[in-house]
T-cell receptor, first 112, second 113 residues
Framework: NAGVTQTPKFQVLKTGQSMTLQCAQDMNHEYMSWYRQDPGMGLRLIHYSVGAGITDQGEVPNGYNVSRSTTEDFPLRLLSAAPSQTSVYFC???????????FGPGTRLTVL | EDQVTQSPEALRLQEGESSSLNCSYT??????LFWYRQDPGKGPEFLFT???AGEEKEKERLKATLTKKESFLHITAPKPEDSATYLC??????????????FGKGTKLSVKP
């Protein structure tokens, strides 16, 4: 099993550009989530999904969109990148909501 | 407001010097407390889940304990490879947004040889 994979590992964007961060898991987990991690702030939940076709907002959803068309994939879209979105982004999955989560290796995003 | 507070923010130990990390929480109706380890440049790695006061779990040099208001991660005779940031997270309910985990800011542990 590859576990949770994320691409790309690093990305630099200019203000106003859009992009999609990819996340996939091969463990048949129902629950998937996106976090951002900033120095001194800890992990903050952006969006989450309890199953294919079901998504909901987390603590800091503004400026991000998600969709869950399959159990395996949970992409995160930045609509119009802003410098405040410079961060490290982690995708995670678990068997169900509230169980131990398995994290991907992260994407380091810089917005200029 | 639901909060998870970890202390200290940073801890430096000599190899073999045992110590404890603290995670205090102010959520009502705890439905699980999780400990993770995060190495620099990597995603968090799951260590333990605790569900009820008095519960303990061990893994190598690590032991996690839980009371009604806090959890401790005890590190016995640490080695340099134990150096990492340790994260605590809590779940306060089942379903909806309240079923998600709330993370603390972490304790950065450095173990010198």
């Amino acid at each position: 099993n590859a576990g949770v994979t994320q691409t790309p590992k690093f990305q630099v964007l200019k203000t106003g550009q859009s992009m999609t961060l990819q996340c996939a898991q091969d463990m048949n987990h129902e629950y998937m989530s996106w976090y951002r991690q900033d120095p001194g702030m800890g992990l903050r939940l952006i969006h989450y999904s309890v199953g294919a076709g079901i998504t909901d907002q987390g603590e800091v959803p503004n400026g991000y969109n998600v969709s869950r068309s399959t159990t395996e994939d949970f992409p995160l879209r930045l609509l119009s990148a802003a410098p405040s979105q410079t961060s490290v982004y982690f995708c995670a999955s678990s068997y169900s909501q509230g169980n131990e989560q398995f994290f991907g290796p992260g994407t380091r995003l810089t917005v200029l | 407001e639901d909060q998870v507070t970890q202390s200290p923010e940073a801890l430096r130990l000599q190899e073999g010097e045992s110590s404890s990390l603290n995670c205090s929480y102010t959520v009502s109706g705890l439905r699980g407390l999780f400990w993770y380890r995060q190495d620099p440049g990597k995603g968090p790695e799951f260590l333990f889940t605790l569900y009820s006061a008095g519960e303990e779990k061990e893994k190598e040099r690590l032991k996690a304990t839980l009371t009604k208001k806090e959890s401790f991660l005890h590190i016995t005779a640490p080695k340099p490879e134990d150096s990492a940031t340790y994260l605590c997270a809590v779940r306060k309910n089942y379903g909806g947004s309240q079923g998600n985990l709330i993370f603390g800011k972490g304790t950065k542990l450095s173990v010198k040889p």
